[in-house]
T-cell receptor, first 115, second 113 residues
Framework: EAGVTQFPSHSVIEKGQTVTLRCDPI?????LYWYRRVMGKEIKFLLH????????ESGMPNNRFLAERTGGTYSTLKVQPAELEDSGVYFC?????????????FGQGTRLTVV | GDSVTQMEGPVTLSEEAFLTINCTYT??????LFWYVQYPGEGLQLLLK?????DKGSNKGFEATYRKETTSFHLEKGSVQVSDSAVYFC????????????FGKGTLLTVNP
């Protein structure tokens, strides 16, 4: 069974440009999470989808970030326009258990560098 | 709010040395505690977990005990291998119906042969 897959693995963009990150969760997992690790800091929660609905988006830093999960399958995270402080590693995770008791499986992350 | 503090790295050890990575937490209620590991080029993997006080999580020779009195969840391994070289993250999950995790900053471990 395929794990959580993220695209691209690396992205280097200029300040002011737009970048879209993609996450393909494990098939059948209704719960999908985005996290971010800024260099040298903690991995921080961004948001949580249950199917196509945003369950909790309390971690989204500002309105330059837009996450979608059309059809409840894969998810995209768009940053527009990108700023230097958006650089970091963006992780996606998915889990099956709606009660949050089962393990969440993480992807390998997308390393975003804004120059 | 919830927070996790883990020892600053990097940590460099020789093969077969004893490893301890300290982790303390602040949380409301009774959180579940986790150690995640990220090997080079890979995603985060759950290494072990403990869901209540005095529980001991263990996996691949690693252990950590949930100490409520000291709010700690220190990671230990008796004899590290070169293949244990990775970044280790301590994390907690407060009660609730989702898997929203609060992570520490991570500790880079390098094991030399």
């Amino acid at each position: 069974e395929a794990g959580v897959t993220q695209f691209p693995s690396h992205s280097v963009i200029e300040k002011g440009q737009t970048v879209t990150l993609r996450c393909d969760p494990i098939s059948g997992h209704d719960n999908l999470y985005w996290y971010r690790r800024v260099m040298g800091k903690e991995i921080k929660f961004l948001l949580h989808f249950v199917k196509e609905s945003k369950q909790d988006e309390s971690g989204m830093p500002n309105n330059r970030f837009l996450a979608e999960r059309t059809g409840g399958t894969y998810s995209t995270l768009k940053v527009q326009p990108a700023e230097l402080e958006d650089s970091g590693v963006y992780f996606c995770a998915s889990s099956q258990d709606p009660q949050g008791l089962a393990e969440a499986f993480f992807g390998q992350g997308t390393r975003l560098t804004v120059v | 709010g919830d927070s996790v503090t883990q020892m600053e790295g990097p940590v460099t050890l020789s093969e077969e040395a004893f490893l301890t990575i300290n982790c303390t937490y602040t949380a409301t209620g009774y959180p579940s505690l986790f150690w995640y590991v990220q090997y080079p080029g890979e995603g985060l993997q759950l290494l072990l977990k403990a869901t209540k006080a005095d529980d001991k999580g263990s996996n691949k020779g690693f252990e950590a005990t949930y100490r409520k009195e000291t709010t700690s969840f220190h990671l230990e391994k008796g004899s590290v291998q070169v293949s244990d070289s990775a970044v280790y993250f301590c994390a907690l999950k407060s009660g609730g119906s989702n898997y929203k995790l609060t992570f520490g900053k991570g500790t880079l471990l390098t094991v030399n042969p």
